[in-house]
């Protein structure tokens, strides 16, 4: 029979402990979340169900969120991958690079970008010609958020392209497979958990960006500025209701992501 | 098909390896070497994992130095395997689009059926082995480099899967190379044996010369002549000549002119001992102490001091052929018939015994 | 834009307008018009500089301050089209606040003074409503008749908040009054202490009062005090944003959300395009 | 010899193609950025670099999204490593959870910590009393920023350690080590890449971030704070020039992240 | 030291291993059985890497099961090694915090001087596996469990590290549990040999009585009987008995009574084999055609079909001690000693020639 403090060394896991200071973080973020979500009325969030306004939001709001996702991923992996298996400095530096959307604030972000694709830009005068506004429009949206949403795959999608063991690749290219295929078949899927942590974080992100979208489209508006306008002209009680519908959509998003995306290695 | 290797180098800090020239026709080259000779590195070279400093291979007149791995054609067998963790072992398999009835006839070949389903890390160490094994077959490569597949199967099972490869490799008709440090595989599957030592290629040839009639100290110790002895000939003209090994004089069968130092090498088998009181044997007799006797199951492996030499000859004696105990300190006579040693000039070869020590 | 959109019906008109003025535009002004109107908010000196700086390209722009049309901005003309007032919001369901009430509607400043009232406002340097805080307290210590210039004894810089901020810890109870405008105070429904005319800065009849108090922004330029006018321009001329801009300097609508319309609104200056002062 | 139509084969990498798409999203960032920084003056720029309120505000943006980046991780890295390495379905809810600050607007963000934190709150005041102002103080700073920023490190960290073999986690504690000296001296050391990525992102997202920041301390002023104010106040001419110098300093940061945090498996 | 496991059982989804009961004192337990029997799931089992389902593992009357990895004090050497990936050789080794002296020993032990300050990814095959094997020593561990620690190596230094770790297994004292696929390195290495299948102990014993006396057709073929034929004893008493395999008919020394349906076992190695028009040797003789010969290098395997029966024996022959070619045709006289012949009752008893497979 083992000994009582045996029995206690043994249960005394360490694993408990790294989720005792873990559970300090995630308080700090259900608290203030809870606090939102208890506080409105279900009657006065159900009401914002049904009104046009939110709808639109929402409906803006998940096809900016998803267009932006899927340019950052189109554009993004490759270029994670490029950055992860290619030596040098460059790389590197490119990396900074990527990094600093992140670093403007969002206003600031949207000013420059609209020195670049603003209506009277050459970029966007064309665009606009051919008809694609890429301001106060659903492509404005997409822009302001891939701006500022898709360093996060790029950079959460090199490092987990990193920890793939290249011999891997190498394997599947001996056995004939271009490296295109070699890429698809086996790094990606092995790099998958990190690739969907970025885009996670990505759709998140954009979900919730306001500084930059509101320069480049106040229209049509993304939830994050139905929110905002509903404060502003009515208050909090009018503008959390609407937050909390925001976040009831990106957590069935975010559920859907999760269970779409699983990790294949489960 | 002919797979040709022409100055191959490759430098590692602290190791180098080649320059190799090789040139593997429609048989199996089985590679031998010492860990760490270069035996992974010569296949990755080939095959476009490692890239080499200089030299040039081909296929069938097809330069494959410089080209993308994907079109080499070159199927290898990486040492640990290389799996795809997130696939199963039917999807590693058919990871060229190997149809379903080829996958299940691989499995059968190498009795991985029951694990077909399973992931990589679900799979044994010898199950791995196999698939890998098999993963590379399924796609139909154009010449085969194999890294010790079946290092890590139990002997039975290994020797099965080493004759399902005679026969698959006799069937192919391709340049296959075939690393291993089996001394039986190589034997048995390799048509020729390359010998490396430190990065070069010490000796080339079908197995018989390799085993029987070794060039170098080394690869004679190497592929199991554990006897190598320093001797000298005093009289070395004819067909027989005489070896003095210290104090003691054997009779040894040459087929050339010999240099008047040699290493007189014999394999412990044909070592015969026998107590020292029992009749003579064939072949010349010396006289010795056995100093150590141990068990290897069929084979006593019984270690003799040679009087009048500070040698110590290795015999491989196999239970009850010489019949009668074999103790340490037991007072033996050790018979070596002529034609079981082989002689070596001693020139400029060194020792080699640096790299293969005795018990 | 507004101009290129002729072909999508209803025309879209643009505004850009300041934050306070969002609520009687959302709700007031846009079923009131037939153009589809997108209405854009941001601080009035945010909307200046916006506009300024090329970042935003609306058609109409509308200010709390018409001070700010003589820069940032510099258009040819504007409207003045309603005044408003400012008034000491508080929090009827906090100690702070129920001591401001019963100190109305004379004594309002004293509980200020003594500090059992959290105040908060905004930043002067930011928004006009910042510095019109200032100018309220300043000419109130006048008006009033106090040794102690309340502009001195109030104002700390814990009480500054951006203007989200301030309206959001209001209503969440954080800050127990502040100053802000009357139109916001009644669209909200606060609670709120009404201010003499010769302080609120509402009534053009007191502007030479008004003018006596200033305020010198980072910029190095001095505002003065003087009556809170709303003001609006057009910057592309076409019908449908002129059907909007009537409206708008025109609606009724501008007195159910708390503003002040005087009965010589809108007043017009400079060079003001034919057509549209009828 | 190989033959010219070979020779062409092998050259056509698809390595470069990668980074030709890739090239798309970097451009995407680099031209914005640089028509920020080519337009605005050197002089104009140098000029903000001896100017107290922007010192006074780098300092507290270094400050903050240094102590938030150093909360992200201490408190973090912990979740994710138990995120990782726990089975079941409570982590992948869990992990929802940390996502959901992201999703929320800054300024929603900013408000709905200010009804845990806020001065009036049992927390806050608390806080407040024992000196340490949770708002309007470079605390408030710090705890706008880790609310906003550190759902990046649990998020990239957590797949960055699930891409870890728990062999080698169980080699280590073979060989007698404790699961915390084990994880310490062999997961996270080979996580580091993807973790890196985290902290980065998290630094670079606090240095950026505007809108909570603003709610819960106007005073002291970040970076992006006073962008704003000198936007507001005097333009675009007096705040791009802060900007740039905002972009500097995060680049440096960032550098000297990269460095100090090279991958030790390189 | 007394290592103690009790009634072990592990479920995999197609696999049972289990029930296992086994003690090793302070000597070397080595665990022979084909792949997939379960040899690594034991290892894992006793180190804390495999959860079991059932059952206890103490050391010295110290609990195990339940416990955490690291307070077991179980040193296992996995069979891919897991060395860290992000460490030198050295660094490796020195994880638990060795001092250099002891490091550098171990290295000039395990002939991995060279390979100190290289990260595993720059490490040969052999040279990985033995940076594994000295990383657990180097944490003195209360108990050794290896699994396959020489199957990358060469021969001559895999047996040169099989007599340094003999040498080191006999100083140290400890538990050992050795998983081998070389049943040399059993024999040598293992006080005891446990045979698996298919997560079962078939037979535990001495070298010697695993070898010579197996209890199963299965433990007779896996440890290299090939020759296991059917038999019926007409007249079973007495210390000699005759078999009867077919129409032929074979003289056997038996120690304890057999049944009249018997396994009739002999090594290859003990099965002679002579042209058959050559003098008449010890032993019962059996007639028969060489159906195939294969060259193994010292030894040449030939397979013999017996006449009157329709079984083929397989006789391991050297080079030379019988003379005269051995082709394929030709007809030869069989010789077994009649001690060369071990007996297994067939009675309950599986044949076990699923498993194991015939050349
Ligand atoms: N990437 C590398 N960097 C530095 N040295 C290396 C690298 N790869 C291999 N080596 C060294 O080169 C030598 C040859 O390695 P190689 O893997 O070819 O040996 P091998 O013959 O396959 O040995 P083994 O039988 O042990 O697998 C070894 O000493 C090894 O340490
Ligand atoms: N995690 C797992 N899940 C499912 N099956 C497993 C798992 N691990 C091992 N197995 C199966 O259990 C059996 C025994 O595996 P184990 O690794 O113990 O074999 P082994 O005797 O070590 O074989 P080898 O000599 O090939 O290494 C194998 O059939 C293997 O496929
Ligand atoms: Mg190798
Ligand atoms: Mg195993």
Known sequence: ???????????????????LLGAVLLCYYLVPLLALVVAQPPGAVFARLTAPAVIGAARTSLLGAGASTLLATAFGLPLAYWLARTDGRLPTLLTAVVVLPLVLPPVVSGMVLLTVVGPNTVVGSAAATAG??????????????????????????????????????????????????????????????????????????????????????????????????????LGLDEAFPIAVVLVGLAVATLVVLETLGTNPLE | MTL????????YD???????????????????GPSGSGKSTFLGAIAGTVTPDAGRVSLDGRPLTGRPIEERRAGIVFQDGALFPHLTARQNISFTGTTDERVEELAERFEIRDALDRRPG????????????????????????????????????????????????????????????DRRAATVLGDRIAVLRDGRVEQVGPPDEILHRPQSPFVARFTGTD????????????????????????EARVEEDVPPDVWACVRPVRVGVSLADSATENGTALRGTVSRVLNEGDDRRVLVSISGTDHTLVASVRDGVDGGPLAPETTVRVSIPPAAIHVIPNTNCPDGSDDVLED | LGRGRTSDPPPSVTVLAAGSLNNAFENGLRPRVDARLQVEAHGSAEVARLVAGESKDPDVVALADVALFDGPLHPPWYAEFATNALVVAYDDDDAGGRR??????????????????????????????????????????????????????????????????LVSQFETGSIDAAVTYRSMAEERGYDYVSLPPEVDLSTPRFADRYATVRYELPSGKLVAGAPISYGGTVRYDAAPVRGVFDRLTNGTYLDEFGFVVPDDYPTYTGDVPDGIAN
């Open chain 1, 132 to 233: 694609v506004p890429l301001t106060r429009s659903l492509a404005g949206v997409a822009l302001a958020q891939t701006f500022v949403a898709s360093p996060f795959v790029v950079v959460t999608s090199k490092a987990a392209i990193e920890g793939v063991d290249r011999r891997l690749e190498h394997a599947a290219r001996s056995l004939g497979k271009r490296r295109f295929t070699a890429v698809r078949r086996v790094t990606l899927p092995l790099a998958w958990p990190g690739i969907l942590a970025g885009i996670t974080l990505a759709f998140a992100r954009a979900m919730g960006e306001f500084g930059a979208t509101i320069m480049l489209a106040y229209y049509p508006r993304t939830m994050p500025v139905q929110i905002w306008v509903s404060f502003t002209t």
């Open chain 3, 100 to 165: 401001l009430a019963e100190a109305a509607p004379d004594r309002w400043y004293r509980p200020l003074l003594s500090g059992a009232v959290s105040l908060g406002r905004t930043d002067p340097d930011l928004d006009p409503l910042g510095y019109r805080t200032l100018f309220v307290l300043e000419l109130a210590s006048e008006y009033y008749g106090l040794e102690t210039d309340l502009r001195e004894a109030i104002p700390r810089r814990e009480q500054i908040y951006p203007e989200t901020q």
């Open chain 2, 4 to 11: 040709d290797v022409t100055g191959l180098r490759k430098s």
């Open chain 1, 1 to 19: 029979m083992e000994s009582p403090t045996e029995r206690v060394a043994g249960r005394f896991d360490w694993l408990s402990v790294t989720l």
């Open chain 2, 227 to 250: 006897n190598v002895l320093p001797a000298t000939v005093p009289d070395g003209d004819g067909a027989s000549v005489e070896l003095r090994i210290g104090d003691a004089t054997v």
């Open chain 2, 14 to 32: 602290g190791f180098d390896f080649g320059p190799v020239d090789l040139s593997v026709g429609g048989e199996t080259l089985a590679v031998l």
């Open chain 2, 122 to 181: 679900a799979l044994s160490g010898g199950e791995r082995q196999r698939v890998a094994l098999a993963r590379t077959l399924a796609a139909d490569p154009d010449c085969l480099l194999l890294d010790e597949p079946l290092s890590s199967l139990d002997a039975p099972t290994a020797r099965r899967l080493r004759d399902e490869l005679h026969d698959l490799f006799a069937a192919l008709d391709l340049p296959v190379v075939y690393v291993t440090h």
